[in-house]
């Protein structure tokens, strides 16, 4: 089974409609982050929270929202998503004995 | 601002050929430089080599070089198979309890 996972996988959706994309861990990390990758761009941080009760904005936070409801899950949503919203999701976990970073298959988002 | 460029773009070989791609770093503290393979619509992928202060390592036919005093390190990729078809990305974490900064990686294709 895949340390990371994300769901969905694929999601296409409408302008102004909410959005929740989910990702779970079994590799007991604390560090979990979201990030939105674009063509040329690279990847870029949205949210990342170091426990359930430490929640950070990233470099890109704007319209998007994030919950840490447990240790091994982290949401984002996008509470009225727009089509610049359109990206491929990554949520990942990070390792504090090893700083490696573990991210889940990513969600390819579409917003019309 | 710390910054982590990745030098070139893209790149084009033979199967069987050498590579190197080039990552320069502007960050501060720096605590240690991995490098990661993406593969096309997935998660990035850590090729289990790290470097800190000066030194080289290598994992299988991926060797890494880090300059700290010209803040550079080098991916050197021998013997390229066609499977090697992928980004490279740099990824340097800074001291501290700080996110990692990501280059927009390097897009390798290795042609028959």
């Known amino acids: 089974d895949a340390d990371v996972t994300q769901t969905p996988r694929n999601r296409i959706t409408k302008t102004g409609k909410r959005i929740m994309l989910e990702c779970s861990q079994t590799?007991?990390?604390?560090?979990m982050y979201w990030y939105r990758q674009d063509p040329g761009l690279g990847l870029r941080l949205i949210y990342y929270?170091?426990?359930?009760?430490?929640?950070n904005k990233g470099e890109i936070s704007d319209g998007y929202s994030v919950s840490r409801q447990a240790q091994a899950k982290f949401s984002l949503s996008l509470e009225s998503a727009i089509p610049n919203q359109t990206a491929l999701y990554f949520c990942?976990?990070?390792?504090?004995?090893?700083?490696?970073?573990?991210f889940g298959p990513g969600t390819r988002l579409t917003v019309l | 601002k710390n910054q982590v460029e990745q030098s070139p773009q893209s790149l084009i070989i033979l199967e069987g050929k050498n590579c190197t791609l080039q990552?320069?770093?502007?960050?501060?503290?720096?605590?240690?430089l991995r490098w990661y393979k993406q593969d096309t619509g997935r998660g990035p992928v850590s090729l289990k080599i790290?470097?800190?202060?000066?030194n080289t390592k290598s994992n299988g036919r991926y060797t890494a070089t880090l300059d700290a005093d010209t803040k550079q390190s080098s991916l050197h990729i021998t013997a390229s198979q066609l499977s090697d078809s992928a980004s490279y990305i740099c990824?340097?974490?800074?001291?501290?309890?700080?996110?990692?900064?990501f280059g927009k990686g390097t897009r390798l294709s290795v042609i028959a």
């Open positions: 990942a976990t990070r390792s504090g004995s090893t700083d490696t970073q573990y």
């Open positions: 990824v340097v974490s800074a001291a501290g309890n700080t996110p990692l900064v």
């Open positions: 790290m470097t800190f202060s000066e």
């Open positions: 590799k007991g990390h604390d560090r």
């Open positions: 929270s170091f426990d359930v009760k430490d929640i």
């Open positions: 990552c320069n770093y502007t960050v501060s503290p720096f605590s240690n």
